[in-house]
């Protein structure tokens, strides 16, 4: 089976790990993180052209750690958009607020600006506006919004690192960025991921966050939790953002061929706006209905190709959430998106001939 994403790993980050588990210093309980933590943090915020970068053991945890420096809470409405992975809107359950559904845009999949204005109340608080499949959303109006109203807005770039939204780089768009490095992301740790900001305090919160609210131990100032990183997924990581820049040209390189080989399919390719570069972490086509989605799936998977579906149930429209209420609410275009969206593998493993065998597959719907 091509896989639709897979870690990449070599002798480099097992070295890294043994050399970590040799020393037998395996994490740091201190606001400032062990030493390859904040190597790793420094060496992330040069990569991505910001002041700070606050490493956290997951995704949810950088979402939930940025909700709790914005002091997000019980109360407080979040708008998020539906169509993403259910971290997005659980992040902000677990620190106790609401979260609140906007639709998104048909073309890029991502919050649509206009659906995000719609849906403000006076107990708006903030915004997530989340960079689905590796393209940022529009921050250009997103945080004009914002601005206007009083918002944060907090940017999950958990599926984008290393793209940009005129000239600069995902993470940076918010006031807080939340990248992700879980094993099927661009790069991995493992699990991890990593909080980044221009701003001293928000930094300086983030890393208490992270440690149960203390400073020097056992003198909690702030709510917090154990969303430490551990020193062997940031040794991991250092290793992992070497190879990163060859990664994504990589993708690049197979997104591009594969745009070529579809140009006179019936599907629908993914849109990049002007001014937006895209990291490719999914490389995401649409069809005109359901059944021929499902059917494109089926030929792909037999042929022993990993097209998968992201994501087949909006948040609003799962279990948890229908039982919550959410299930009435009305996102035509999230609903759409949700039946006819595909994603196809063009990760760095993937070669020309994998994509050759996906084109002919394509062609034949």
Known sequence: ??????????????????????????????????????????EIARYHRTRHAVAVNSGTAALMAALIAAGIRKGDEV????????????????VGAKPVFADIDSRTYNMSPEAFRKALTSKTKAVIAVDLYGLPADYEEIDEIAEENGLWVIEDSCQAQGASYKGKMAGTLGDMGAISFYSGKVMTTGEGGVVITDSDELAGKLRKIRTHGQIKGYDSVILGGNFRMPEMEAAIGREQ?????GFLMKREKNAHILSEELEETKVIMPFVPEGSRHNWYLF???????????????????AGIGATVYYPLPVHRTPFYEGLGYG????P??????????????NPLVTASDIEKMAKIVKLL
Do not use: C, D, W, Y
């Open 1 to 42: 089976m091509i896989p639709i994403n897979k870690p990449i790993l070599g002798r480099e980050e097992i070295e890294a790990a043994t050399r970590v588990l040799k020393s037998g210093f395996l994490t740091n309980p201190s606001a400032e993180g062990g030493s390859n933590v904040k190597e790793f943090e420094n």
């Open 284 to 302: 995401t086509i649409a069809t005109n209905s359901h059944a021929e989605r499902e059917r494109l799936r089926s030929a792909l998977q037999e």
């Open 328 to 331: 009435g609410v009305n996102l």
């Open 79 to 94: 708008i998020v958009p539906s169509f993403t992975f259910v971290a997005t809107a659980s992040a902000v359950m677990l």
């Open 241 to 245: 953002l070497k190879k990163l820049p």
């Open 333 to 346: 275009k999230t609903s759409k998106a949700s039946e006819t969206v595909l994603s196809l593998p063009v």
